[in-house]
């Protein structure tokens, strides 16, 4: 039964044509503007999903196995967006990951409302906060200006989940901030870190 399921999960992920592309992104569309009305990805059925996108069952089931396969594959195309990102792997320093960064985030300012929109969305920002934070580091690491790296790990880690924490407050609209005040907080925050570390 298990090497049945596996083989399921490859026919799945094999059979994507422009068709089946164009369909995979009008359910995690769908997905999205759901998430953003009912908050939480567990209020959320298929048979609503399908009904709103306008599809028949059979033709979820080929792309998707559940709700929650949907949320991971919206939430694995945002970050692949950024990370695959080519001007991602020139940056040699953190002033233009920060640059970069932020502008992704305005670029897609909507859809990163949406998810954060929802009480769901812990699941993807840890992952999310996991890759930025490894990047980070490794920046950190190779530059000359940085000398003392204890706790350096740390030190980003609760940066930039703090930093997180208040960019799903301004996507619910519960922050005094704006996007670009985060951005000039950034800016200022990476300049003293790396004053005292240098």
């Given at each position: 039964?298990?090497?049945?399921?596996?083989?399921?999960?490859?026919?799945?992920?094999?059979?994507?044509?422009?068709?089946?592309?164009?369909?995979?992104?009008?359910?995690?569309?769908?997905?999205?503007?759901?998430?953003?009305?009912?908050?939480?990805?567990?209020?959320?059925?298929?048979?609503?999903?399908?009904?709103?996108?306008?599809?028949?069952?059979?033709?979820?089931?080929?792309?998707?196995?559940?709700?929650?396969?949907?949320?991971?594959?919206?939430?694995?195309?945002?970050?692949?967006?950024?990370?695959?990102n080519?001007?991602?792997?020139?940056?040699?320093?953190?002033?233009?990951?920060?640059?970069?960064?932020?502008?992704?985030?305005?670029?897609?300012?909507?859809?990163?409302?949406?998810?954060?929109?929802?009480?769901?969305?812990?699941?993807?920002?840890?992952?999310?906060?996991?890759?930025?934070s490894?990047?980070?580091?490794?920046?950190?690491?190779?530059?000359?200006?940085?000398?003392?790296?204890?706790?350096?790990?740390?030190?980003?880690?609760?940066?930039?989940?703090?930093?997180?924490?208040?960019?799903?407050?301004?996507?619910?609209?519960?922050?005094?901030?704006?996007?670009?005040?985060?951005?000039?907080?950034?800016?200022?925050?990476f300049?003293?870190?790396?004053?005292?570390?240098?």
């Amino acid at each position: 039964m298990l090497i049945i399921l596996l083989m399921g999960e490859k026919m799945k992920a094999k059979n994507l044509n422009n068709s089946s592309k164009k369909t995979r992104n009008l359910i995690k569309n769908t997905f999205a503007e759901m998430l953003s009305e009912k908050k939480e990805i567990n209020k959320i059925s298929v048979t609503e999903l399908v009904k709103r996108a306008n599809i028949n069952r059979g033709t979820f089931y080929t792309h998707y196995n559940d709700i929650y396969e949907v949320a991971e594959d919206f939430s694995n195309e945002l970050i692949d967006k950024f990370f695959s990102n080519d001007i991602l792997f020139d940056i040699k320093n953190v002033d233009q990951f920060i640059e970069t960064f932020f502008k992704y985030l305005q670029t897609n300012d909507k859809t990163y409302k949406l998810l954060c929109k929802s009480d769901d969305s812990f699941f993807f920002l840890t992952k999310y906060v996991k890759i930025v934070s490894n990047k980070f580091l490794e920046i950190c690491i190779h530059s000359p200006k940085i000398k003392k790296r204890t706790n350096l790990q740390l030190e980003i880690n609760i940066f930039l989940e703090g930093l997180v924490f208040e960019y799903i407050k301004y996507c619910r609209e519960l922050s005094q901030y704006t996007l670009i005040d985060l951005y000039n907080y950034s800016k200022i925050w990476f300049n003293n870190f790396v004053e005292l570390r240098s």
